[in-house]
């Protein structure tokens, strides 16, 4: 679900503006006023640590009102910011509902490619750095696949649906019931999965036998 809210002139300012203010602005928090995403606070940095900044935080967000935190992460990146959902418990039903249906427009309008890591929160111990490392540890991205890869995962899962749709039509078909199939067509089917051919048709030819009773 979308919101419809988009982001203002002056967060699309507030944010080139910290993309181009390294090492001075660690972040900055925007938030959702008059249907539009609009700044905040700006994050001034202390360290070149990132952890030893976020005890910034505490006093910068509320116990009780949802905000997104844009955060510097890795510097030399150019996908260095991630950018945290901040929902409290707390919060009204309408204001965790807008704050995350708006958080990918966040992104998207930000710059979808700046962005290494978009992460959800509901209290302010979470952005602590003890909370911050609990949070690397647990979910701990896996390596993007290689496209190659993302094709071999492909066939993979198109396998698998394709065995669960036979396991669910076995009690249909008897299993005692096999074919045997020509060179051409094992054949037919390599060139299928190395991505020579994008169709194979198999066609089954059997012969009936009668027998006459007296």
């Known amino acids: 679900m979308q ?16 993309v181009s203010s390294f090492p001075s602005q660690r972040g900055l928090i925007a938030s959702i006023k008059n249907e539009q995403l609009v700044p905040v606070e ?34 030399n990146a150019p996908d260095g910011f991630v950018v945290v959902t901040y929902v409290p418990d707390v ?9 995350a249906s708006t958080r990918l427009t966040l992104v998207r309008e930000l710059g979808t490619e700046r962005f290494r890591e978009t992460l959800f929160a509901t209290t302010k111990q979470e952005l602590t750095a003890q909370g911050w490392h609990k949070h690397d540890e647990s979910g701990e991205l896996k390596a993007p696949l290689t496209e190659e890869e ?65």
Do not use: C, W
């Not at 919101?3 to 910290?18: M, Q, V, Y």
């Not at 202390?46 to 910034?56: G, I, R």
């Open 3 to 18: 919101s419809g809210i988009t982001a203002s002139k002056e967060l699309h300012d507030a944010f080139n503006a910290l």
């Open 42 to 75: 700006t994050i001034k940095s202390s360290s070149n640590d990132f952890f030893d900044d976020l005890k910034t935080l505490d006093s910068l967000i509320k116990d009780n009102e949802a905000a997104y935190i844009v955060l510097r992460r890795y510097p």
């Open 91 to 99: 919060a009204n039903v309408r204001q965790k509902m807008l704050f």
């Open 150 to 214: 993302q094709t071999l995962q492909g066939v993979k899962d198109a396998e698998a649906e394709a065995s669960r749709g036979t396991s669910a039509r076995s009690s249909h078909v008897s299993s005692s019931v096999s074919f045997p199939i020509s060179g051409d067509a094992l054949q037919a089917l390599r060139g299928l999965s190395d991505g020579h051919d994008n169709l194979v048709q198999l066609v089954s030819f059997f012969s009936l036998h009668h027998r006459s009773v007296d």
